[in-house]
Each structure stands twice: as structure tokens, then as C-alpha cells.
């Protein structure tokens, strides 16, 4: 078993990304989640914010050159007849004194010189204006002359920006980049932390759960990401623990309950071999076939336990009429009742009372309490059944020796026995009941023992009697 816990859990820890835990590797593997995330955060940012910048650019940018053009327009025309009113050799002078006038520069270049895009060249030569492709300068061809006029640059001290190693636009973009870096790095951090703790925590209960320490549970979660996560792995580390304690309980009982009949197998094969008495053959006989039923009801019942408590399946409700279902449960085991009175009374309930049931369990537990009561009864057993607010109720009465008080709850754990002086003709091996407590935790109700009102023990099964089903 300890062999077995200790593969699975070393199978699940896998999961969780390694064979063992490791302290050392935390603020390692912190390091590196954060850098991947901040990296893959910040490069989509940028890309992001870099397709934008092109896509408004490019869409600004049109706009903004025509409103320039429109601007400056009626500007350059005057500057332009303010040229042809005086012969070439003045230009140079006139231009020197409307330079002084405005804020940007007046040059004439010739068209030759200018490396302008095709589209700008056609434009150009068709006498409208031109804007740079930073916007900062308009070239306006001077009538049909290979002159141009150059108008700008408009801001301040732009040919000295050029000439800088890192122009000043380009040093504000770079210090609100770094800053934008900076935010987004502290928002990384204090998303990143919480979760790489959820982590830490699950992989050190994996971990635990992988060295067979299966009480382990992984704390709450401080990131709502992981709340379903650490719920699913506490709620399968207690279904892990709660199974590995029933298959230890049932090993260990059940090795304990083979013992008895097994001894009585091998007496009776060694009486069987010595004795030539006819009728003490046929009593050996009748022996063994008791072992051999007892045996089989062991295996039976042990089956039945282990898979109702290893499963606990959401149960398949279906409405029945009540009354006649239960008369038919009851029935099926008069062949069992000899020489007792076996007697059922419904009359307490509504006529064509609809109860809803699974149809495959709860035989299970009427026919275990039944049984139980056989075991004990001396002349009667009376089966009733009754409405109680919304639950229905049936009741198992035997007339046999009741249950002390400080005991009737306990007779419904596993391998119970209240009498453990009783002979082969009473025993059991303490699973019928706790089948009937597993059926009736299925269906949402309980089972409890009482004093019965005709002298022995009273067995009590209650559960709901809608459970809004859709099956007919």
C-alpha cells in the first residue's frame, strides 16, 4: 500500500513540474516566470503600440500635410511674387530681408538637388506644394523655373536637432518608454507574486501528497485564478486519504472475518476424511456449505461497500409508487423469514404515494435492514412506512433483543458488532448496515436505530421524497 501511495503520488507531483521539491529553486523559477511574462506583457505592448503609432500616423499625416499646404499657401505666393517683382541677382537680397520677418527659413535650391519620392517629385513639378516626410519644410516650385523654394524648418532649432547623436524627440519617447517600462514591471510583479505563491503552495502539497503524506491540503489560494485548482486538489487528497483508510479497514477486516470461516473449512475436511458415519458425513457437509455461503456473503458485501464507497455515484432517481414497491422488496425475501412473521403496513400513507428512488441501491438498504432484523427476531417483523413533513420514512420493528441506547448510532460503521460473543447462527460481518448508512448518504437522508414499539430494535430509513427527477 505504502509502495503503491508513494507511485501515484510521485505520478500527480509530475503534473506539477518535477520529481521533487526543491527550496532552492523558487526564487529562481520566480525570476524566470516574471521575466517571460514581463517580456512577452511588454513586447505584445509594444508591437501593439507601435502598429497603432503607424496606423494613426499614417492616417494623420495626410491630413496634416494638406492643412499645412492650405496654411502656408497664400504665404508662399506672395513670397513668390515678391520674387518675380525684381530681377534674379536680387533674389538673394530679398529673401535675406524676408527671412528676417519670419520665424522659419527662406532658401532657393534647385530642383536637381532635392532627392524627393517620385510621387513628391510629380506633385512638386505640378506646381503644388510639397511637405517633408517630417512635415518641417514645404518646397514650392518657383513657376516654370528649376528653382525651389524652401520654406522651413517651423520648429526651432530643428537643423541643430539633425545634427544630435539622440534628437530630442527621440530622447522623450525613449524616457516615457522606460517609464512605461517601469509601471508595467511593477504591475507584472504584483500580478506575478500572488500567483507564483499559489503555485509554490500546490507544488509543496503535491509533493507532500507524492511522500504519502495524504492529511496534506493546499492553502487557500490568494489568486482567484487557482481557488478552483486548490479546491479540486484538497477535495482529491481527501478522497485519496478517505479511499486508502476504507481499503486499509476493509483488508484488515476482511483477512480478520476469512480467518473463522476458513478454520471451520479446513476442521470440517479433516473430520470429513477420518469419519465413516454416514449422517456425521452429511452434518460435516452442511457445515462446509454454511462456510461456503458465509464466505460468499462476505466477498458479497465486501464488494458491495467497497464500491459504494469508493463511487458514491450521483444517484439515478426515478418516481415509483411507493407502497407497491415496497411491498414487492418485501416479498422478495419472505422465502428468507421461515417460521417468523414477516408483516407490512402502508396504511399511513397518502394513497398512490409517489416517492422518488434510485432503483438500484436502495434495495441495498431495505433488503440489509431486513436481513439484520431475521438475524435477531424471534417470532415478527413489521415493515411500515410513513410521511414525515417532506421526507418519507420506512421503519424495520423485530420483536428480537433492541439495541442499548449509547450504541444505536455505531451499529452503522463497517465491521461493527454489538455482540461479539454471538454464534454462527446470528453473525454477520458488520457490512449490511454500514451499506444502508452509504445508500441513504446517495440519497441525500439518513438511517438511525430506535426502540421498537413490539420489543426489539427499530432500523429507520429517511430521505426526501422529491428531489426534482425527470424520469417517470
Not at 497664400?74 to 520677418?101: R, V
Not at 452442511?286 to 458514491?312: P, V
Not at 441501491?361 to 435492514?369: G, R
Request: charged share 25%; proline share 4%; aromatic share 8%.
Amino acid at each position: 500500500m505504502t509502495g503503491n501511495s508513494h507511485e501515484e503520488g510521485s505520478r500527480l507531483l509530475n503534473l506539477f513540474g518535477g520529481h521533487k521539491y526543491a527550496p532552492w529553486r523558487g526564487s529562481y523559477s520566480l525570476s524566470r516566470l516574471f521575466l517571460s511574462f514581463y517580456l512577452l506583457v511588454t513586447g505584445s505592448f509594444v508591437v501593439v503600440a507601435l502598429v497603432a503609432d503607424f496606423v494613426i500616423s499614417s492616417t494623420l499625416k495626410g491630413i496634416t500635410d494638406d492643412y499645412t499646404s492650405r496654411f502656408m499657401r497664400g504665404t508662399i505666393i506672395m513670397i513668390e511674387d515678391a520674387l518675380f517683382q525684381k530681377p534674379y541677382p536680387e533674389w538673394s537680397d530679398l529673401l535675406k530681408k524676408l527671412d528676417q520677418q519670419f520665424s522659419y527659413r527662406l532658401r532657393i535650391v534647385d530642383r536637381w538637388s532635392l532627392k524627393l519620392k517620385p510621387a513628391q517629385g510629380e506633385k512638386l513639378d505640378a506646381g503644388d506644394l510639397v511637405v517633408d516626410s517630417d512635415g518641417d519644410i514645404i518646397y514650392h516650385r518657383l513657376k516654370q523655373t528649376p528653382r525651389i523654394l524652401m520654406v522651413g524648418p517651423f520648429r526651432p532649432n530643428a537643423d541643430a536637432s539633425r545634427t544630435r547623436i539622440v534628437p530630442f524627440d527621440l530622447r522623450i519617447r525613449l524616457l516615457t518608454w522606460s517609464l512605461i517600462g517601469l509601471f508595467l514591471g511593477v504591475a507584472v510583479w504584483l500580478w506575478v507574486r500572488p500567483v507564483w505563491r499559489d503555485l509554490e503552495a500546490l507544488r509543496k502539497t503535491a509533493w507532500a501528497l507524492g511522500e504519502g503524506h495524504f492529511e496534506r491540503r493546499a492553502p487557500e489560494a490568494k489568486s482567484s485564478a487557482f481557488d478552483l485548482l486548490t479546491e479540486t486538489m484538497n477535495g482529491m487528497a481527501e478522497r485519496i486519504q478517505r479511499l486508502i483508510a476504507t481499503q486499509k479497514e476493509l483488508s484488515s477486516a476482511i483477512s480478520h472475518e476469512l480467518r473463522t470461516p476458513i478454520a471451520r473449512l479446513r476442521f470440517a475436511l479433516e473430520m470429513l476424511a477420518e469419519t465413516p458415519e454416514r449422517a456425521e458425513r452429511e452434518r460435516l457437509w452442511q457445515m462446509m456449505e454454511e462456510d461456503l455461503d458465509e464466505l460468499d456473503e462476505l466477498i458479497e458485501s465486501s464488494l458491495a461497500y467497497s464500491r459504494f464507497e469508493r463511487e458514491q455515484p450521483k444517484p439515478q432517481l426515478s418516481s415509483v409508487e411507493f407502497a407497491a414497491w415496497l411491498a414487492d422488496e418485501v416479498n422478495s425475501l419472505r422465502i428468507l423469514s421461515r417460521n417468523v412473521e414477516l408483516s407490512i403496513d402502508t396504511g399511513a400513507l397518502p394513497p398512490e404515494q409517489r416517492v422518488e428512488l434510485d432503483q438500484k441501491s436502495m434495495p441495498y438498504a431495505v433488503t440489509n435492514l431486513l436481513r439484520n432484523a431475521l438475524k435477531y427476531t424471534r417470532r415478527r417483523i413489521v415493515v411500515s412506512a410513513e410521511v414525515v413533513g417532506r421526507n418519507i420514512r420506512v421503519h424495520v420493528d423485530d420483536d428480537g433483543i433492541g439495541i442499548p441506547a449509547d450504541e444505536r448510532q455505531s451499529v452503522f460503521a463497517a465491521f461493527t458488532r454489538l455482540d461479539r460473543s454471538r454464534d454462527r447462527a446470528t453473525g454477520g460481518h458488520g457490512l449490511g448496515l454500514a451499506i444502508v448508512r452509504l445508500v441513504m448518504e446517495q440519497h441525500g437522508g439518513t438511517a438511525f436505530a430506535d426502540e421498537s414499539p413490539i420489543g426489539g430494535a427499530r432500523f429507520t430509513l429517511s430521505w426526501p421524497m422529491s428531489q426534482s427527477v425527470t424520469q417517470p
